[in-house]
């Protein structure tokens, strides 16, 4: 894609924009994981400990996900794209919705909620058109099958990927995400300095690093703004009157 003109827009989005389409973070004060600590159901010590309870979990994320329908930022931002621009979307959720509203370039730092894979070789990956997984589902090596999701204490598979792909990034937008996780936190340090950087999020003002522009919007509100305004004038630019 070296040779590829069209305005790159690198989009980092959190947990903040699937909220909007009601799947619950994993901070909030409501929802499923408020009634389970992290380390009983998203670590690899919670796998060995209980398997069937980490299971369970995520089977009704799974449910979850699958009752959630894109919102007016990810159709945003896949209309983007359709005119003609280069969208790609680096995610550290683990639902489908991006894709379900259209994006093509997707890559998810933390796993997909939609797949399964072995327990022994993480690159046996199963889909998940329907129902969730169970004691005794098996891969092609007869081992478990667990979550297709990077549990907390894991390493991020992809993160030299998505280091690669906002160092080609003319705008980089940051979506509903706290900017507290890491490693997926840093990739602000790899986008190049003379890239803009914008962060869109009710919390923007102190949320945002130093150099980054905010716009204190929700994501169904402000990603649709500024892609209107990009749609307008065919390039990638940060309008004075969001500001603020």
């Not at 989009?11 to 600590?37: K, M, P, Y």
């Not at 894991?154 to 940051?174: M, Q, R, T």
């Amino acid at each position: 894609m070296a040779n590829d003109s069209r305005p790159h827009l690198v989009v980092f989005s959190g947990s903040g924009i699937s909220a909007e389409s009601g799947i619950q973070t994993f901070r909030a004060s409501d929802g499923l994981w408020a009634e389970h600590r992290i380390e009983e159901v998203a670590t690899p010590e919670a796998w060995r400990r209980d398997p069937a309870r980490v299971l369970n979990f995520y089977n009704l994320r799974r449910a979850q996900v699958r009752r959630a329908r894109p919102n007016a930022a990810h159709r945003a931002l896949a209309a983007l794209e359709r005119q003609g621009f280069r969208v790609s979307i680096i995610t550290q959720n683990i639902d489908d919705l991006h894709e379900r509203a259209g994006s093509r370039n997707v890559l998810h730092l933390h796993g997909e909620i939609l797949k399964a894979r072995s327990t022994v070789d993480a690159r046996m990956q199963y889909p998940l058109p329907r129902g969730g997984i169970e004691l005794g589902d098996i891969c092609d090596k007869g081992s478990q099958l667990r979550p297709d999701v990077v549990w907390f204490g894991e390493a991020v598979p992809h993160f030299s990927d998505a280091c690669e792909i906002v160092a080609e990034a003319d705008l980089l937008l940051v979506v509903g995400t706290s900017l507290a996780v890491m490693p997926a936190a840093s990739l602000l340090e790899c986008t190049p300095l003379e890239t803009p950087s914008v962060l869109v999020d009710p919390e923007a003002e102190s949320l945002a690093p130093p150099g980054v522009t905010r716009i204190s919007q929700s994501a169904g509100k402000g990603v649709p703004a500024l892609v209107r305004h990009w749609r307008r004038e065919g390039r990638l630019w940060v309008p004075e009157i969001l500001l603020g």
